[in-house]
């Protein structure tokens, strides 16, 4: 019995010796820092690409929570259930972590993915999982999706980590959700600075900063640099490390400029380049709106309704002004004016080029005597109806989608750019449905050709740029895809709508001056110096078949007493038959009688009609001369 107590007390000393004893040393790992206290950030990290499906996925998982509240059925294994099924959600980057909570049944639910793991907020509530508790809870009170800032966090491997949170239901069935993800590098900013070991080495102006989690494990954070967008430096324009940095000194970079390296500043040179390209454009079709208006009563531009190009022009413009919307800074205006300038431009563009088709297509179809040819006024409100529907789906555009908010972010949704893109094409493929329709037409300046050319290139550019989006080359965020889509489009329409008819209006004009400056058989011998061309020969015809037309009708007017002098000879348009004298008083009084004493009464009508002065030859039914009346406009070609 004493040996059974000796070994009892000897061993309890040993472990109190060993309790007593310090903790020896051991190895940290080399992927985490020495200290893992949370830090904070006072700014909101870069949101996502698809802003839009993060908030849509947090919304449903705070409403499924909300409703097993409402039933009864929420614990603790159907919440970690839905947690999990969240994290599995098909996000880009996929969610880290997603934490579920319902403060009226004391339900608290935190589930890290990576490595997978399953933490209750009764059992576990340290210093490193408040700000995913804190992100939760932030969203209790308030009825939108709620972005958390940055911070850095010790659990599994230690980074970035950032959330948005939403809670849903009313009253004792209310739930919240948050989704989090890890952020591989954040921007610089001065909270950080301690555990940067002091302000980084970068200017602040001329360079951009990030800070990412040190492998080194006794420096907390590390930091590259580069410059920002239109600056250039000696060392090049990729990131430089902070060791780089401490060799070079300070990194100050210089605006792109006169003397800067070309190299560095290419892309800069490239963007200014568009812009100017674009702006161009622009002013083109300014320059092509006037010369329309002034030109408006020429037979080349009357013909093709002015009002109508003049649409056509404006929407080639706006089309051209979405691709200089690209150099916007603020990603947010940059994605929302670049779609309502683009879909407004191309509804105004080519909707209009289809409704000029269809009139084609009704004047063709139209074969009585009474021909219906659309006016330009009734063409431009179903233009006006066409622009104010794009309008209410642009409207539609604007309240749902985000777009990211730093400087190459695009739209948040592509399935907005692909619903869009296929409504393009559906008003393409029915312009060229109606210009199939009318390929037996006769149309003047070879219009419906041109106008289909038009509808075809524009399809195979819309059809080429949503291949390349469904490719993954994301060709809304490009500057360089962007104008290469304006000026295909704006272009299209201005070569095939416009060129034609400015082109025959001048060439018109210029063969109707050459042949009014020379004589009738001057140009046309063996002393000519060149062959006439067919369309000077025809030119020439027909101003001499309307010379010859207008003497001829001033040699018949010419002391004809059948015309009248008085009215010039013209007949009024309004009338098909002669107006006939329907006789006296006495004739109608002898009529109401019973036509007695027909002989007298007769002769003295026929009296009275030759004596009456006030008759004029339009009134003879005899008459069926065309209109013996031109004016020098006639002349024209």
Request: aromatic share 8%; proline share 6%; net charge positive.
């Given at each position: 019995?004493?040996?059974?107590?000796?070994?009892?007390?000897?061993?309890?000393?040993?472990?109190?010796?060993?309790?007593?004893?310090?903790?020896?040393?051991?190895?940290?790992?080399?992927?985490?820092?020495?200290?893992?206290?949370?830090?904070?950030?006072?700014?909101?990290?870069?949101?996502?690409?698809?802003?839009?499906?993060?908030?849509?996925?947090?919304?449903?998982?705070?409403?499924?929570?909300?409703?097993?509240?409402?039933?009864?059925?929420?614990?603790?294994?159907?919440?970690?259930?839905?947690?999990?099924?969240?994290?599995?959600?098909?996000?880009?980057?996929?969610?880290?972590?997603?934490?579920?909570?319902?403060?009226?049944?004391?339900?608290?639910?935190?589930?890290?993915?990576?490595?997978?793991?399953?933490?209750?907020?009764?059992?576990?509530?340290?210093?490193?999982?408040?700000?995913?508790?804190?992100?939760?809870?932030?969203?209790?009170?308030?009825?939108?999706?709620?972005?958390?800032?940055?911070?850095?966090?010790?659990?599994?491997?230690?980074?970035?980590?950032?959330?948005?949170?939403?809670?849903?239901?009313?009253?004792?069935?209310?739930?919240?959700?948050?989704?989090?993800?890890?952020?591989?590098?954040?921007?610089?900013?001065?909270?950080?600075?301690?555990?940067?070991?002091?302000?980084?080495?970068?200017?602040?102006?001329?360079?951009?900063?990030?800070?990412?989690?040190?492998?080194?494990?006794?420096?907390?954070?590390?930091?590259?640099?580069?410059?920002?967008?239109?600056?250039?430096?000696?060392?090049?324009?990729?990131?430089?490390?902070?060791?780089?940095?401490?060799?070079?000194?300070?990194?100050?970079?210089?605006?792109?400029?006169?003397?800067?390296?070309?190299?560095?500043?290419?892309?800069?040179?490239?963007?200014?380049?568009?812009?100017?390209?674009?702006?161009?454009?622009?002013?083109?079709?300014?320059?092509?709106?006037?010369?329309?208006?002034?030109?408006?009563?020429?037979?080349?531009?009357?013909?093709?309704?002015?009002?109508?190009?003049?649409?056509?022009?404006?929407?080639?413009?706006?089309?051209?002004?979405?691709?200089?919307?690209?150099?916007?800074?603020?990603?947010?205006?940059?994605?929302?004016?670049?779609?309502?300038?683009?879909?407004?431009?191309?509804?105004?563009?080519?909707?209009?080029?289809?409704?000029?088709?269809?009139?084609?297509?009704?004047?063709?179809?139209?074969?009585?005597?009474?021909?219906?040819?659309?006016?330009?006024?009734?063409?431009?409100?179903?233009?006006?109806?066409?622009?104010?529907?794009?309008?209410?789906?642009?409207?539609?555009?604007?309240?749902?989608?985000?777009?990211?908010?730093?400087?190459?972010?695009?739209?948040?949704?592509?399935?907005?750019?692909?619903?869009?893109?296929?409504?393009?094409?559906?008003?393409?493929?029915?312009?060229?449905?109606?210009?199939?329709?009318?390929?037996?037409?006769?149309?003047?300046?070879?219009?419906?050709?041109?106008?289909?050319?038009?509808?075809?290139?524009?399809?195979?550019?819309?059809?080429?740029?949503?291949?390349?989006?469904?490719?993954?080359?994301?060709?809304?965020?490009?500057?360089?895809?962007?104008?290469?889509?304006?000026?295909?489009?704006?272009?299209?329409?201005?070569?095939?709508?416009?060129?034609?008819?400015?082109?025959?209006?001048?060439?018109?004009?210029?063969?109707?001056?050459?042949?009014?400056?020379?004589?009738?058989?001057?140009?046309?011998?063996?002393?000519?110096?060149?062959?006439?061309?067919?369309?000077?020969?025809?030119?020439?015809?027909?101003?001499?078949?309307?010379?010859?037309?207008?003497?001829?009708?001033?040699?018949?007017?010419?002391?004809?007493?059948?015309?009248?002098?008085?009215?010039?000879?013209?007949?009024?348009?309004?009338?098909?038959?002669?107006?006939?004298?329907?006789?006296?008083?006495?004739?109608?009084?002898?009529?109401?009688?019973?036509?007695?004493?027909?002989?007298?009464?007769?002769?003295?009508?026929?009296?009275?009609?030759?004596?009456?002065?006030?008759?004029?030859?339009?009134?003879?039914v005899c008459s069926a001369e065309g209109p013996s009346h031109y004016t020098d406009g006639d002349t024209q070609a």
């Amino acid at each position: 019995m004493g040996a059974r107590w000796a070994r009892c007390a000897a061993l309890a000393l040993v472990c109190c010796a060993c309790a007593a004893a310090p903790a020896g040393p051991s190895p940290a790992p080399s992927s985490a820092p020495v200290s893992c206290d949370p830090l904070l950030l006072k700014r909101t990290p870069p949101l996502p690409q698809n802003v839009r499906e993060y908030e849509a996925a947090v919304v449903q998982t705070a409403r499924a929570l909300s409703e097993l509240v409402e039933q009864g059925a929420a614990d603790e294994a159907r919440a970690a259930a839905l947690a999990r099924a969240a994290a599995r959600a098909p996000l880009h980057p996929p969610p880290a972590a997603v934490a579920l909570g319902a403060p009226q049944l004391h339900l608290g639910i935190l589930y890290i993915a990576e490595p997978p793991r399953l933490i209750v907020f009764q059992q576990n509530n340290s210093a490193t999982l408040q700000q995913f508790w804190r992100t939760l809870a932030s969203a209790w009170n308030a009825s939108l999706v709620l972005w958390s800032n940055a911070w850095y966090s010790c659990e599994g491997n230690p980074g970035w980590w950032g959330g948005t949170a939403a809670a849903r239901g009313a009253g004792p069935a209310r739930a919240a959700a948050a989704i989090f993800r890890r952020i591989p590098a954040i921007p610089c900013e001065e909270t950080m600075y301690e555990w940067l070991g002091g302000p980084p080495l970068c200017d602040p102006a001329t360079t951009d900063c990030e800070a990412f989690p040190s492998e080194n494990r006794d420096q907390r954070l590390g930091y590259h640099c580069k410059c920002s967008s239109g600056h250039w430096h000696a060392s090049g324009g990729d990131w430089i490390s902070r060791s780089t940095l401490f060799e070079i000194g300070q990194m100050n970079c210089t605006p792109c400029g006169l003397g800067s390296n070309p190299a560095a500043c290419l892309a800069d040179a490239y963007r200014a380049s568009l812009l100017a390209a674009n702006l161009a454009g622009m002013l083109l079709c300014l320059v092509i709106g006037f010369i329309i208006f002034k030109k408006r009563k020429c037979k080349a531009v009357a013909m093709g309704m002015w009002t109508v190009l003049e649409v056509v022009l404006l929407g080639a413009m706006l089309m051209y002004a979405s691709a200089a919307s690209q150099y916007i800074s603020i990603a947010r205006w940059r994605c929302v004016a670049g779609a309502w300038l683009r879909e407004l431009g191309f509804v105004a563009c080519y909707g209009s080029v289809v409704l000029r088709l269809w009139v084609l297509l009704a004047e063709f179809r139209t074969r009585k005597a009474h021909r219906w040819t659309p006016r330009d006024s009734e063409v431009l409100r179903i233009v006006a109806a066409m622009v104010l529907g794009a309008a209410c789906y642009l409207s539609a555009f604007t309240a749902t989608t985000a777009c990211d908010e730093d400087a190459g972010g695009g739209c948040a949704r592509a399935a907005w750019h692909h619903v869009t893109a296929a409504a393009e094409l559906l008003l393409l493929v029915a312009g060229l449905r109606i210009a199939h329709a009318a390929r037996n037409a006769n149309v003047p300046f070879q219009e419906r050709g041109w106008l289909a050319t038009a509808l075809w290139a524009e399809g195979v550019c819309g059809a080429a740029w949503r291949v390349a989006a469904l490719a993954g080359a994301a060709p809304e965020r490009s500057a360089l895809a962007a104008a290469a889509r304006a000026h295909l489009s704006a272009g299209a329409a201005l070569a095939c709508v416009l060129a034609p008819r400015l082109w025959h209006g001048y060439r018109a004009r210029s063969l109707a001056q050459e042949v009014s400056r020379r004589g009738p058989a001057e140009g046309f011998g063996a002393e000519g110096e060149e062959e006439p061309t067919s369309e000077e020969v025809r030119a020439e015809l027909k101003r001499l078949y309307v010379q010859l037309e207008i003497l001829r009708n001033q040699t018949l007017r010419r002391d004809n007493p059948h015309i009248s002098k008085r009215r010039g000879g013209r007949k009024p348009p309004h009338r098909r038959f002669s107006l006939q004298k329907k006789g006296s008083r006495e004739k109608a009084l002898q009529a109401r009688r019973g036509c007695k004493n027909k002989g007298g009464s007769a002769s003295a009508v026929e009296a009275s009609e030759a004596g009456d002065a006030s008759r004029t030859p339009e009134d003879s039914v005899c008459s069926a001369e065309g209109p013996s009346h031109y004016t020098d406009g006639d002349t024209q070609a």
